[in-house]
Each structure stands twice: as structure tokens, then as C-alpha cells.
Nanobody, 123 residues
Framework: QVQLVESGGGLVQPGGSLRLSCAAS????????MNWYRQVPGKERELVAH???????NYADSVKGRFTISRDNAKNMVYLQMNSLKPEDTAIYYC?????????????????WGQGTQVTVSS
């Protein structure tokens, strides 16, 4: 059907930068909104940023001015540029999208998640 695969996580010092990527593949017909979430063990998953196919973006207050979400509609990819990273940004970051896809001659909509990528901000 559809797969979302994240990449780009890792260990970075406070104040540093990372760029996450997420590639969507499969029998995709349309993806309107693409989201980045993050989760710390023992806490609820938090919406970090989202972007529509038209380029409208929205961010959690905790990352405004530091993170930038972007996408390449032709490649079904979404990115998260993270600057001025803080220890409290440490989490597993997940890519998410409601996707309209084709199966045989039918079209469906499903909510798909990537496997997550670890971001650790520490000195």
C-alpha cells in the first residue's frame, strides 16, 4: 500500500541543527497534509509541525522560529529542518500523513506513520 520512511536523526549538541526527511511511497493518489510528530517515553505524542500541499504550515509553540517544515509534492517527501536544538527536543520523531491511495481499481484513504527516527540533543 503506502510506506513512510524517515531518515536524518542522530546525536547533536545543544544549539546544533539536524534535517529530517520522510519519503512516502506506494500507490499514492494524493497527500494533502503531511505532519511531523515527536514522542518522549512516558509522554503523549506531540504534533510538531504540519504542511498542506499548498504550502500552508503550522508549528507547535515550542518549536516556532527554530524548526521549518517543507515538502516536495512531486517526490512525496516532507522535511523538517531543526535549528537551535535544545535538550528538550530529544525524542523519537515520526512522519505522518493521511494518504489517498489506489488498491486495484478502488481508492482508499488511510492514516500512515513512519517507523520513527531518534533525535538526541546532548553535550
Amino acid at each position: 500500500q503506502v510506506q513512510l520512511v524517515e531518515s536524518g536523526g542522530g546525536l547533536v549538541q545543544p544549539g546544533g541543527s539536524l534535517r529530517l526527511s520522510c519519503a512516502a511511497s506506494g500507490s499514492i493518489f494524493n497527500i494533502n497534509v503531511m505532519n511531523w510528530y515527536r514522542q518522549v517515553p512516558g509522554k503523549e505524542r506531540e504534533l510538531v509541525a504540519h504542511i498542506t500541499s499548498g504550502g500552508y504550515t503550522n508549528y507547535a509553540d515550542s518549536v516556532k522560529g527554530r524548526f521549518t517544515i517543507s515538502r516536495d509534492n512531486a517526490k512525496n517527501m516532507v522535511y523538517l529542518q531543526m535549528n537551535s536544538l535544545k535538550p528538550e527536543d530529544t525524542a523519537i520523531y515520526y512522519c505522518n500523513a493521511p494518504v489517498q491511495y489506489r488498491s486495484g481499481t478502488e481508492y482508499y484513504t488511510g492514516d500512515f506513520w513512519g517507523q520513527g527516527t531518534q533525535v538526541t540533543v546532548s553535550s
